[in-house]
């Protein structure tokens, strides 16, 4: 298997902390040795773009429900309160991935809102400052993680091109036939591009992009020779995959 | 009174009331977007002051054209000031005409409530009380005013002591600001119009964040990041000055056949901030490299992970 790997934003992401979840898995691919890992500017760009939309899921979410809870809640309703705040505000976010965070982060927070509702304005605000701090945390921790220098944990290469119309117009055009979906085609292009112009071996596609990506490995493979597509969960030992 | 008389009349008003006013245009166009929202609703001087929200605040076509009218017939002169400000002052008396007498009263109320000397707090009363999102006040008013103070109070060059000293917190103004920057994350807009909008100002909001975080670790040689902070946030309010007057909210209807036009202007501006937001943040983190080594507490690191798992799910 290839020992050169470009990461796709979602194993970034997914790796920035250790937590409970099934996904968990990007974290501990990350843990791996034995790779030499890449990526793109492009895909540095979409990480911090999903942090910065946490931020402001969050964020905005708060003050709705600052703006909109009782002054003086009644403890043994509050629960059910936030919930219905909550289901109120999800109908207002367009997208399905802002609803998910926003209700993960009620569910994993509940006590800590619920204090905060009930608490002073000095515990709201220590709150409030808490989720700036984690985003904070993983954008710092993301900077750290990919630099433009080959000694980085992920080599982040600034080097791609805006647009591949001229470098692969043929192969965009296959791939966005089959992934449905540019950005993405642009992020496997980066990929290609990188082992074209700079690696110049095999360069193994990591992702848990099953929508777009993994179920399309044949294809993607098919048409960028020497990319190879596999998930997180092929490198973790006794883990199948 | 003919309707094209009825705007460089109320401007002479203005004058009659305060001779001795010394006015730039924003601030005539503040005071007759005062005049107008104050001015009951079926008066039809209303209908002769059609404004929307632009640069500067609520901005009239009508007014700018009758102020170069009187200008040019004399009633009105320019001056210039020593920092170069460009203000209208009176040349010649005007003529008493038959006047509107609720209009009159009410120019005479609101313009015998300004403070000359502070007129920037007039037109900040205005945002906080008219201005169609609360974005607005929050950005313009309590984040690009202030954090123009403080740069006019942290020239280049200026050594402090804030990192000898141990206590908590030794840069209030930097905290506020920064704080301030996250209070209008909050309360950014939710119409599709300013989707991609909210990105570029999410992804500065980003950026300005580890420049905060890396003039508080010391301000010493951290003029060029601050300076590259506040042009980026000029740049944002501008693009979304060109965006605020398109929706019914922004404009009056007066203007609703220019909404094509300021459509594709308020998209060619998007697309030119996108790169300048990207290379903001790009020199943000190259001047960066070093951040602070303040780790995010056991709470933040559980926020987070309740967030990658929503992410995921």
Known sequence: ?241 | MPHSEVVPWLIQQIYQVRPDLNLSKTAIHTILFKVRATLPENDPVRKCLPFYWYNYGPYSEVVESSIEALKGQGILREERTQTGKSLLVLNSRPDIFCVREDASTVIGRVVREIDPYHMEAFVHRIYRDYAPYEFMSRYKVDFLVPFSDYRASHPEGQRTLNRFLNEESTTPDLDHLENTLYDCEAVLMEESLFEKFNDEFTAYVSGAGKVFEFVREDEADTHPIVKATYASAVDLWYTFAKGVRIPDRGHDEYYNNRLRQWEQEYRASLRALTPKVSEYNRYVRACTRHPSSREPGGRSTKILSSLIEGYFS
């Open chain 1, 1 to 241: 298997m290839a020992s050169h790997h470009f990461l796709d934003a979602n194993i970034l992401i997914g790796s920035l902390t250790e937590w409970d979840g099934q996904h968990s898995r990007a974290h501990r691919y990350m843990q791996q040795e034995g790779f030499r890992r890449h990526t793109s500017e492009r895909v540095y760009r979409e990480c911090t773009g999903v942090l910065g939309r946490f931020r402001r899921t969050i964020l905005q979410y708060l003050k709705y429900l600052e703006q909109n809870l009782p002054a003086h809640p009644d403890p043994l309703a509050l629960d059910r309160t936030i919930d219905r705040l909550t289901e109120r505000r999800m109908r207002a976010l367009s997208s399905n991935r802002e609803q998910s965070v926003l209700r993960s982060f009620v569910r994993g927070n509940m006590e800590d809102l619920r204090n905060a509702a009930l608490g002073t304005e000095e515990e709201r605000r220590a709150f409030r400052r808490d989720v700036i701090d984690a985003i904070k945390g993983a954008l710092k921790s993301l900077d750290g993680d990919c630099r433009d220098d080959p000694s980085a944990r992920v080599f982040c290469y600034t080097c791609c091109p805006d647009d591949y119309d001229v470098h692969f117009p043929e192969q965009k055009s296959s791939l966005i036939d089959a992934l449905q979906y540019e950005p993405d085609t642009l992020v496997v292009l980066d990929s290609y591009f990188l082992l074209v112009h700079r690696i110049r071996e095999e360069v193994c596609f990591v992702t848990a992009d099953n929508a777009h990506i993994l179920r399309n490995h044949d294809r993607i493979e098919e048409i960028l020779p020497g990319i190879i597509v596999r998930g997180p969960d092929s490198f973790l030992a006794g883990e199948g995959g």
